[in-house]
Every structure is written in C-alpha cells, then in structure tokens.
C-alpha cells in the first residue's frame, strides 16, 4: 500500500511532531507547505485516523492528480 509506505517515509524523515509530519507529506506530496487551516485540520485527521489514511486523502486530492 503506496499511502502506508509514504506515511512510514513522512515519519522516518519528519520524526516524532503530529504537525512536523503533516507539513512534510504536504511538501513531498504536493510541493508546498499547509496553510494554518490545512495544517490543524490534517494534524487532527491523522491523529483520529491514521497517518497513513492522511496520506491517502492527499494521493486522492486533485491537487495531487492534476498539474496546472
């Protein structure tokens, strides 16, 4: 599973801080920082559901797909 392998990555290179990692998968994932909103909001996700299901819903976001 890609979001499992990405989120082991996020938590091997950004360490042990919920909003460390989370600004470190948006970065690798989509190529900027979260924005204060973004950054709550997925830090509250990942710790209710998994840092791997935050990883999921970003490789699902058309931001992600889709390349302007």
């Avoid at 996020?10 to 360490?15: C, S, T």
């Avoid at 470190?24 to 990942?46: I, M, Q, T, V, Y």
């Avoid at 840092?51 to 699902?60: D, H, I, M, Y």
């Amino acid at each position: 599973d890609q979001a499992r392998r990405f989120a082991e990555r996020v938590e091997r290179e950004a360490g042990a801080d919920p909003r460390a990692r989370v600004r470190h998968a948006f970065r690798l994932a989509l190529a900027r920082s979260p924005d204060s909103g973004e950054l709550e909001a997925a830090a509250n996700f990942a710790q209710a559901h998994a840092l791997s299901a935050l990883c999921r819903v970003l490789f699902n976001s058309s931001e992600f797909a889709f390349v302007e």
